[in-house]
């Protein structure tokens, strides 16, 4: 056999890349799907036994023992195994690389999380084998206020814009208690305590309060006619603040400790603006009666707890007691790991509480599809939404339950059958 020089190779190698990159730009054709003979877990009104569901231009377009599709629709036969929502993993910093933090300043409202999104990190293909379908991807905690967060589909292979959740609303991070307080502290800078971090964040908010008016007031003379008005300065910085107390971005706070918590809920009312969740919310157990009054989620793990000084409080049956109370809890990852089997960790609540079947499902689905803005698209089994599907070769809520298949927006992105490490997206007669 005649040896391949190195510029043969180096020359197939490109034309290789370019085949691989134009297919990734292509969008996928839309196919009408038929998943039957499944036990479908909704999430949201209960299990169908020997479920169908039909899947039209990417929606779930029935749902139910019987559905009707056209005749030439492909067919998946599930063989009796279980069928839930993709899983919404609300708190990860995945494909964010080393640029999680912008840890030169407490205040940094304007970083923007889009920009430091790695589309290709292979993180999102192990969590899309986990059964994870779409992430809030966040700025990390060593700021007051951090960067505004990227939602995405793990439509891993796919072009970069692909994988943004189309139209999500805007979140962006703050972050209370001990990293802000060692991050800047180190520096001899402030914050450097508890009483530091909740100054430095009320003086950006009243500089953001008084950057609206500015604009507010010179509107106003330009409305009159004034000719003379005096156009005040673009700020990014305080532009994002001002998002921030218009409600145009949720507001997710790391945050562990309950007395935290109540301050933080109490700035909130102050400013007037959208506390969704607090994630991490270790201590949630404590004041969980003012969270469900104030609409506050949390998104917290399952059984992590005593890393850190303001973990010490932690306990196993935090997520059910806070249930139980009325929030609304989702169980997180906020790491690489876990993210690849918080179907696992749901299953926690189970054993540590005594959650419902159902109640468990809906940590890892609609709940945090909520802290993400997005329950009205993901999250469940339901007519309208995405379908965003996982079928799985074993009983979800346990260590037995594998993905088998994993579907987003109709389309198949991970088959484990296809190879010993599974597939990712391909369309009918690939």
């Known amino acids: 056999m005649r040896r391949m020089s190195i510029r043969s190779f180096v020359c197939q190698c490109v034309f290789l890349a370019m085949t691989a990159a134009a297919f990734a730009q292509s969008a996928p054709a839309r196919h009408d799907v038929v998943i039957q003979n499944a036990m479908v877990m909704t999430a949201t009104h209960g299990n169908i036994a020997n479920g169908s569901i039909y899947i039209k231009d990417g929606k779930i377009a029935a749902v139910g023992q019987n559905v009707n599709a056209p005749a030439g629709a492909t067919v998946i036969d599930a063989q009796g195994k279980y069928l839930t929502p993709g899983i919404i993993d609300c708190h990860s910093h995945i494909a964010l690389d080393d640029d999680v933090n912008e840890a030169t300043s407490p205040i940094t409202p304007h970083m923007i999380m889009k920009d430091a999104f790695d589309y290709q990190d292979k993180a999102i293909y192990r969590a899309l084998a986990g059964g994870v379908t779409t992430s809030l991807l966040l700025h990390g905690s060593a700021n007051m ?33 001990e990293n802000p307080k060692r991050v800047y502290g180190s520096r001899d800078e402030m914050p450097s305590t508890r009483m530091g971090n909740f100054a430095v964040q009320r003086a950006a908010l009243v500089q953001a309060q008084d950057y609206m008016k500015e604009w507010d007031d010179y509107n106003a003379k330009v409305k009159r006619g004034d000719k003379d008005a005096s156009m005040p300065k673009h700020d990014l910085k305080l532009e994002a603040l001002a998002d921030v107390l218009r409600g145009k971005l949720m507001v997710q706070i790391h945050c562990y400790r309950a007395d935290e918590m109540l301050t933080e809920m109490a700035m909130a009312k102050e400013f007037g603006y959208n506390l969704r969740a607090f994630h991490h919310a270790v201590e949630a157990y404590k004041v969980a009666d003012q969270l469900a009054a104030n609409n506050v989620g949390i ?6 707890w005593g890393f850190k000084q303001e973990s010490w409080d932690a306990i196993p049956w935090n997520a059910v007691i806070s249930m139980r109370k009325g929030v609304r809890v989702a169980i997180k990852s906020d790491s690489e790991d876990y993210n690849r089997r918080l179907n696992q960790e749901a299953a926690k609540t189970i054993r540590y509480g005594g959650a419902t079947e159902e109640e468990a499902l809906k940590m890892i689905t609609v709940n945090p599809a909520w802290i993400i803005g997005v329950d009205d698209r993901v999250g469940s089994i339901d007519v309208g939404k995405d379908a965003d599907l996982v079928i799985w070769d074993g009983y979800p809520l346990s260590t037995t339950g594998v993905p088998e298949k994993v579907l987003i927006d109709g389309e198949l992105y991970f088959d484990r059958s296809l190879s010993g490490l599974g597939a990712t997206h391909y369309k009918e007669g690939e």
Request: glycine share 12%; no cysteine.
């Open 145 to 177: 206020i951090g960067g505004q967060a990227v939602v995405i589909k793990h439509k891993f292979g796919d072009a970069r814009d692909a994988l943004l959740f189309p139209n999500a609303p805007g979140s962006i991070k703050f972050a209370s208690g």
């Open 299 to 304: 998104a917290t793990w399952a059984d992590w």
